[in-house]
């Protein structure tokens, strides 16, 4: 594939921020930002330290305060750090066609309706190297 050799993009503005590129093994992080995960290649693992449980998808919506460990298995991902306000998380929740408590206490999205499409829109903007405006509308 002739994007394991791109570099990263990573593209930002006052209301949004859009990282494409390969994603080291395990994230392991306290949201701080709500983040929308896309795996362009692989499915994700999402663990679940409490039961054990692993919830495989492409595709994550991480609300803002959730802990979260998630195995992307070296994939080439677009990571949408989304606005501040909730109004991003809000509208794309309502897209995700799973949700499921991780950890005791946080609620993790998946599966957003026109998962596919989405993907390739984002192996699209890392392999064409789209413009800032392009992207973050």
């Known amino acids: 594939m002739s994007q394991l050799k791109q570099k ?7 209301k949004r921020s859009l990282y494409v590129g ?22 994700f693992d999402l663990h679940d330290q409490v039961t054990g449980k692993i919830h495989q998808s492409r595709s994550f919506l991480v609300p803002a305060g959730s802990n979260v460990t998630i195995d992307t298995h ?3 991902v677009a990571v949408c ?5 909730g109004t991003d998380l809000s509208k794309l929740a309502a897209r995700m066609d799973q949700s499921v408590i991780v950890n005791g206490k946080s609620r993790i999205y998946s599966n957003i309706s026109h ?9 699209n903007i890392w ?11």
């Not at 990263?8 to 006052?14: N, P, R």
């Not at 392999?127 to 509308?137: A, F, G, H, I, Q």
């Open 8 to 14: 990263a993009l990573f593209y930002s503005s006052d």
């Open 22 to 43: 390969r994603l080291e093994k395990m994230l392991t992080r306290d949201n701080a930002a709500s983040t929308l995960l896309l795996s362009i290649n692989n499915s």
């Open 74 to 76: 070296n994939a080439d």
């Open 81 to 85: 750090f989304l606005n501040d306000l």
């Open 115 to 123: 998962e596919s499409e989405i993907i390739r829109s984002a192996e």
């Open 127 to 137: 392999t064409k190297r789209s413009s800032t405006e392009d992207v973050l509308e």
